[in-house]
């Protein structure tokens, strides 16, 4: 088949070298599309990323440079990083957002996915002011430490 496509072939095979070249183009097209989808999604990804970087998140630049975050200018698109230790001094260097290569910042999701959930179901009552306030037993000691003593004790 190939023999006859670049020989220009016979006039009756003419028909399955347009049909061959017509699948290729729809095939390098196809892959050209996705390529093109999956660069576009990873870069939004990655700019998410970077402007979800807030002070004391950490951060690696493209340098190598790591260190703790202290300032972020939203109109200079750049932030303030804090590097070095107590001991060896503190250095506070000013970057470009798109320095940075890696960071521990979390991208919060959209609100708008999360207010339509929440408009389906009824709102519960508060809750208590701490909610996540340890458990006290009968005798003032909390359940960890009341655990630990029976272990001890070997109860």
Known sequence: ???CILSGGA??????????????VVAIVAMLVISTRRNKKR?????KLINA?????KVKTIGGICGIVVEVDEEENTFVLE???EASGKCYVKFDRQAIYQTDAVVEEDNAKDEKSEEGQEQAPAAEDEPFAEVQSDDGQAPAEESADKAEDGE
């Open 1 to 3: 088949m190939f023999n």
């Open 11 to 24: 006039a009756d095979n003419s028909w399955m070298s347009y049909v061959l070249l017509a699948v290729l």
């Open 43 to 47: 870069q939004q990804e990655a700019e």
């Open 53 to 57: 970087v807030k002070p004391g998140n």
């Open 83 to 85: 590097t070095g230790s």
